[in-house]
């Protein structure tokens, strides 16, 4: 059976501007952002890429033409040979009905609520509906599909499907929480044998949305809401945790049966002038770091405490030992070690498709069947695009005005140079085999660089990154590494960067470039059989330096999408102060201008 999923519309980013206000900083905030697609054949996922990937357009919304393409360009495959084409949205009648029916028991004059359903209308009529699915996905492709292959799945459910398939597993307790689904910003249950049992008095509205909370104050610090929330988190570690957090006190109600209701207006002038009552601030105070540090430490810790009481009521109705947590706010790695670590789940999976691009892979895997997962298949982030030697030539000759390579001639000779230029104070572009899935580099489109170094983490911040001197970096090691130089707690190995743990007293010296102020990390476990080329780096690195780990980082600058082809990487090479760029075999430097 051949299954294609994917995410996107293409009127979503013109509906969303014109009818909510979906412009400027607040452009993420809309339905099919991470537009992206996947393809499973006889249950196993052969393929998958972002749209942004290929169209070079951050957290794109629109109908995913290109990716589809390559998908099933990838599997020799045509439109025509699909058996079900699955989307991760499920706006049927009776979700409608419920829609319009919120606004009709809202607090709102009339007026408005005429204004509301009149929006509400044109939205499903144009984009959200059924119909306008099936004429979307033929308009763009110009393929008339058969409505009965299009098979819509509700978006938790797809969340809850990627992070089941990519864990391998049938049996375990989950959450989901995102931003929004079609109603519903947050569910949880149990999976057993595959076969999903929701807590349906356990699930939160989309009204007490924590993912749209913790944006809504994102966008208060001056930051992209539905973009840059890992920016907060970053930043809530330069101060204590709060001894009294006036959020809780203010805008969260927890209930007994493990649900809450968030009470943060929903017009930006609105929860400005209520976080400026809550935190004392005003336009000049909110450019101030330390001002800055204590909201995002109160933003973050309302999300552990909001999670830790979701997991009360879940572990009080579960006897399973496994934790699937998926959903955008799955990307809160400081919350996900802190929601294992104080909860009875023996082991927690986040995957690498946490957020909305993951949906993609959820829709295929529901529609194949998460039972039909063939027993021997290797989960892996590695799905996108790959270029052969030629396509990787073209690219160099065309920027032979500017760059010089040499070719080294096998992988264990492209490690030992890497390494060589890793010991000393080099930034290198490291672009390998196929594109990772999701918003993180996993080692295939990654800048590296030696955490030995002190201001390693200034130096690409600054000169490579363009971004706030407050981020840190992420460390790679190799998994059989990991628990000497990381404190990992209950876990064992942390492929995809969905944890951060504390790095061990004895390293915080010899590693000060992957510590972050607070002494943690958000570590990237690496094996032979994951990543060889990486792990081959990594072991050529550690013998040539005795340090055990490198940064990681995207291969891209702030506001870029990660690369994606060879040109992307030395397009990004030459407009950065990267040193070197190593791809596949070739070893890249700048000529002196």
């Known amino acids: ?132 699915v099936h004429a979307d996905f033929v308009r763009r492709t110009g393929h008339e599909l058969d409505p009965n292959k299009l098979v819509l799945v509700p978006h938790h459910l797809a969340h809850l499907m990627c992070g089941a398939y990519l864990a391998g597993v049938r049996d375990a307790a989950f959450l989901i929480s995102d931003g929004r689904a079609e109603t519903l910003s947050s569910v949880m249950g149990e999976l057993r044998d595959g076969v999903v049992h929701l807590l349906d008095d356990a699930s939160v509205p989309m009204t007490s949305s924590l993912g749209v909370a913790y944006g809504r104050i994102t966008r208060y610090l001056g930051f992209v809401p539905n973009n840059d929330e ?33 009470d943060i207006p929903a017009a930006p002038d609105a929860y400005y002038a209520l976080f400026d009552d809550v935190f004392g601030g005003d336009g000049e105070k909110r450019e101030e770091f330390d001002f800055r540090v204590r909201v995002a430490g109160c933003a973050q810790h309302m999300v552990e405490a909001v999670t830790a009481h979701q997991l009360r009521r879940l572990t009080a109705e579960s006897s399973l030992d496994t934790l699937l947590f998926e959903g955008g706010l799955a990307l809160n790695c400081v919350a996900n070690t802190k929601m294992l670590q104080r909860s009875p789940f023996t082991g927690m999976e986040v995957s690498f498709g946490a957020s909305d691009p993951g949906v993609a892979i959820g829709a295929a895997v529901h529609a194949a069947g998460l039972r039909n997962r063939p027993a021997d298949t290797v989960t892996t982030p590695y799905l996108g695009p790959s270029y052969d030697e030629a396509h990787i030539l073209d690219a160099l000759a065309a920027h032979a005005d500017r760059v010089t390579w040499e070719e080294e001639a096998d992988f264990a000779a492209v490690a030992a140079r890497t390494a060589e230029l890793l010991a000393g104070k080099n930034v290198v572009g490291w672009f390998q085999g196929r594109t990772e899935f ?12 030696n955490p030995a170094f002190p201001d390693i983490k200034d130096v690409i911040n600054l000169r490579v990154k363009h971004r706030e001197p407050f981020r840190p970096f992420a460390p790679v ?59 081959g780096l990594l072991r050529a690195f550690t013998a040539r330096t005795d340090v055990p780990c490198l ?35 070739f070893v890249v430097s700048k000529k002196d201008r």
């Open 477 to 535: 090691v190799l998994e059989s590494e990991a628990a000497r130089v990381f404190a990992l707690g209950k876990k064992t190995s942390s492929p995809y960067m969905t944890f951060v743990f504390p790095v061990r007293e004895e390293y915080q010296e010899r590693i000060p470039g992957a510590c972050h102020v607070d002494g943690t990390a958000r570590v990237q476990t690496v094996t032979e059989r994951q990543n060889p080329r990486l792990a």
């Open 438 to 449: 999701g918003p993180r580099a996993l080692g295939n489109r990654s800048i590296l660089a």
């Open 230 to 262: 890992y920016k907060v988190m970053g930043l809530a570690a330069y101060g204590p945790p709060p001894r009294h957090n006036p959020l809780l006190d203010r805008c969260v109600t927890l209930y007994d049966d493990g649900t809450y209701t968030l």
């Open 1 to 132: 059976m051949i299954v294609l999923g994917y995410n996107g519309f293409s009127k979503g980013a013109e509906l969303f501007g014109r009818l909510y206000g979906a412009t400027g900083i607040a452009r993420n905030l809309l339905v099919g952002h991470d537009a992206a697609a996947a393809l499973s054949v006889d249950g196993e996922v052969v393929a998958a890429v972002e749209e942004e990937r290929l169209t070079r357009v951050k957290k794109t919304s629109d109908f995913p033409l290109n990716a589809i393409s390559w998908c099933l360009e990838s599997a020799g495959l045509t439109f025509g040979q699909v058996d079900v084409y699955a989307f991760p949205w499920r706006f049927s009648d009776a979700v409608a009905e419920e829609m319009m029916a919120e606004i009709r028991d809202a607090a709102m004059p009339v007026a408005a609520k005429f204004d509301a359903l009149r929006r509400l209308g044109e939205l499903h009529t144009d984009m959200l509906s059924r119909e306008a």
């Open 551 to 585: 940064l990681n980082t995207s291969f891209n600058v702030a506001g870029e999408p990660i690369v994606c082809s060879p040109r992307d990487a030395l397009e990004c090479f030459l407009a950065t102060e990267i040193d070197h760029l190593v791809i596949d075999r």
